[in-house]
């Protein structure tokens, strides 16, 4: 399955690694990530004339010469039989290990890598990656933990003179997905669309509808530090027990509330007055509440306001 777009961090030109590379190398390395045959597993066609044509006065020596010092930085392996290449660190900068539903799509494309080499790589950083990160979402899937066990080729073996470790040599920090930190952090970035669906589900939860613009935002930098689907459930669970418990001028909009990280408060419940008020708006016209029959509580009076009986003595 191929891509059609690919976003790439401005923070790219930071990175010491990715500067020291030369002129055709860093442009071979967007070319590639660009491509249209790039797939979820990271693994594109490798032409290097059909490159080299989309750059005027370029060759395909100059392509396959910038070829081979990606590949010795261990930036991309290449499969020259298959004609495939492998950007090494697409999985773990890519996000899509935190997405169950796009990790199975790189499955489907692991499927279809001619290579054995580049699915030996693909397993090596799989791998290296549960062990780092086994929370993310993507590895509680049946299919990726056949994967885990599949045979697995070390890069850093196929390039004479590399380090034993590739996290040794660090990838450029460049990635598809332009909502992912420079660093190692357990928590793989969601695609803003997909964070604002997060967002308006857990918005329409909350009984006070102001503020949405700055709680949004708020919404987008907090999903970059904590477990999604929890802050979303929190916002639910809390926006259900203002509903319930609280009056709608009194409570908090919602930036107000992340800002305060108000999710580690107690839950709000409701007061006598604010019973007692629901209960009178219920029983409407109801003269009396107890029509079918009292509901006696421990000190003996009717939970049912304002019936004023009190439990006879057995």
């Not at 928590?187 to 803003?192: G, K, S, V, Y």
Request: proline share 6%.
């Amino acid at each position: 399955m191929a891509r059609d777009r690919a976003n790439i961090r401005t923070d790219i030109w930071n990175d010491d690694d990715f500067r020291r590379l030369s002129t055709q190398a860093q442009l071979l390395y967007l070319q590639l990530l660009t491509s249209a045959t790039l797939t979820y597993a990271g693994v594109a066609d490798w032409r290097p004339k059909r490159l080299a044509a989309l750059a005027a006065g370029r060759t395909p020596k100059q392509t396959e010469d910038a070829a081979q010092e990606l590949a010795q930085g261990l930036f991309v392996v290449i499969d020259e039989e298959t004609e495939e290449v492998l950007i090494r660190s697409f999985l773990k900068h890519d996000g899509l290990l935190q997405k169950p539903n796009v990790t199975k799509a790189m499955v489907t494309a692991y499927g279809q890598v001619y290579s054995m080499t580049l699915k030996g790589v693909i397993v090596h950083e799989l791998n290296r990656l549960h062990d780092k990160f086994p929370d993310w979402r993507g590895f509680v899937l049946p299919e990726v933990q056949a994967l885990l066990g599949n045979r697995s080729v070390n890069p850093s073996e196929l390039v004479p003179n590399s380090p034993s470790n590739p996290s040794e040599k660090k990838a450029p920090l460049l990635t598809t997905n332009y909502l992912l930190r420079a660093t190692d952090n357990p928590l793989p970035a969601i695609e803003e669309r997909s964070l604002e669906s997060e967002f308006e589900r857990a918005y329409e939860s909350w009984p006070k509808k102001t503020e949405r613009k700055r709680s949004l935002a708020k919404f987008l930098t907090l999903a970059k530090k904590h477990d999604v689907d929890k802050l979303v459930a929190d916002i639910i669970r809390f926006g259900t027990a203002y509903r319930n418990a609280t009056e709608k001028q009194f409570v908090p909009a919602l930036v107000v509330w992340l800002n305060g990280e108000r999710w580690t408060d107690e839950l709000p419940s409701a007061s006598t007055d604010v019973i007692n008020a629901q209960w009178d708006a219920l029983m409407g016209d109801t003269r009396d509440p107890c029509a079918g029959g009292h509901k006696w509580v421990g000190d003996g009076s009717c939970a049912r306001y304002p019936c004023p009986a009190i439990k006879p003595e057995e």
